[in-house]
């Protein structure tokens, strides 16, 4: 490799939006690749579970719709990772869905490769019956049973078919869920870039305008990799990257900072140097891969647990406040003798009670447990085995949480100062990730299947 | 003595995938860093019981380049699951800010 391999990220989460000056100036600095990826687990388990987005259509149209735009202009591929937050095929599809509209609306007709990494039930099974899937922290082994229970469940692909798709000469890329980095790393590794430092940039602008000041929400991110070593610039011209910001990176989200896992291997960055090399770039060097043995892909999966009805009411009465704990037993015993006579059974439901102002963010860990109060936020939160029953349990414990006496009661007309009308709020099914687990492959694109988009 | 809250530049925590909660005390200068660093304040003995886990589960990580230590416990509740209160994990620094250590 002699010629600098240039790619550019466009936001930290498609549909987190970037700024078309920072766009258009990296389009300028004729990048090999345009991407972006749309995935986190960290708004919960959810979003893979429904198999729904955490951002809005309307944001990921604008996003995906500059990128094709421009990608298809200039003859740039443009790569989607873990598409509509999960990267399960109904995820996978929301974004076709979108990007069929964009193509429509601007007379473009890409060369679109999907790439899909929902699993089945049945070959999941079949590894955890072969002993090929371990725990990926504090979680029980992964049984059967376990994967009857899920919604969906999505394979964390590493770079392979991202190289396929390119290989077979797709101008957009449309993926499942893939680790962040291989969107990424994909593009020069099949150019023969060092592994390390192609794993080290790809880690770096996953997260986009992370890694610049100042901070403005996201924006566009410049990786250009070299023989021995690489550079990080934003797109954006009145913004810059800085050795703090850059070298910080590694530390977000990963439990630890100096080796990060892939599926084939292991970045190591604990003998990197960075360096200032004008006010908007910095230079990166010393990065290492470690290959493995094995190859692994991550695996997650969601479970639904229920449906939620919620309720919230602030409570100002001074008196109720300084024995509230005990009123919350009283009105529990209540609750269930009132959904009793329903047909409900204490098992067919949970009730959680959270007391905004009073420890509802720490709870037993709270360090200023003892604090004074003068107003509590009262959360009620009803997870019923089923939609009917969590609206019936969340009603009843709403008129009882109003109307139910107290020692000392003077506020006798009611309890609560409920914000709206209707004051229950119907979330709808609810989900636990149920698989957080590592499963070894025979083959990279075991997990993988891929598809042209037809337009 | 002082408290990390006042010495430090950031203190924060955040979700390292659903099963670990991360934190990361960063500091301005290398001279205020190096001191935490080496005092032995931060250790998984003092650092367990604000977490409420034991010694052995947490992981406690220099990171020179960056003037930060990190600091990696299992949630206590798997994010998003029944009974989590913070489902990024992004409020739960509190206690770490409030740390005290042998430097001024």
Known sequence: MTTPIRLMATSGILGYGFTEEAFNQGLAMKPDLIACDGGSSDPGPYYLGSGSAFVSRAAVKRDLGLMVAGGMAHGIPVMIGSAGGGGSDAQVDWTLDILREICAEKGLKPKVRVIRTEQTKDAIKAKVRAGKVAPLGPIDDLTEADVEDCSRIVAMMGPEAYQQALADGADVVIAGRGTDA???????????????????????????????????????????????????????????????????????????????KEPDGTLVTDKCGFEQLDERTVKVWGSRYEPSDKYTVKLEGAKPLGYRTVFIAGVRDPILIGIMDDFIETCRGRIARDVGVLGIKPEDYTLSVHQYGKNAVMGPLEPEADAPIHELGLLLDVLGRTEDISRAVLAKARYAFLHTDFPGRMCISGNLAVPFSPSDMHVGPVYEFNIWHVMECDDPMEPVRMEWLDL | MAKLRDIARVVRGKNAGALYLTLDVMFEDDETYRKVRDCGAINPRAIAPLYGVTDNEVAIIPFDMAKAIKITVPRRVRSGSAGDTDVYGAQQHVPLMNLEVPVS
Request: proline share 9%.
């Open chain 1, 182 to 260: 291989a969107l990424y790393a994909a593009l020069p590794l099949m150019k023969g870039a060092d592994p390390g430092l192609a794993w080290h940039v790809a880690k770096i602008i996953e997260c986009g305008a992370q890694v610049v000041e100042p901070r403005e929400g996201q924006d566009c991110v410049i990786g250009t990799i070299y023989d021995d070593h690489f550079t990080i610039e934003p797109g954006h011209p009145d913004r810059r990257s800085t050795v703090t910001r850059v070298s910080a990176h590694t530390l977000y989200e990963n439990p630890e900072p100096y080796r990060l």
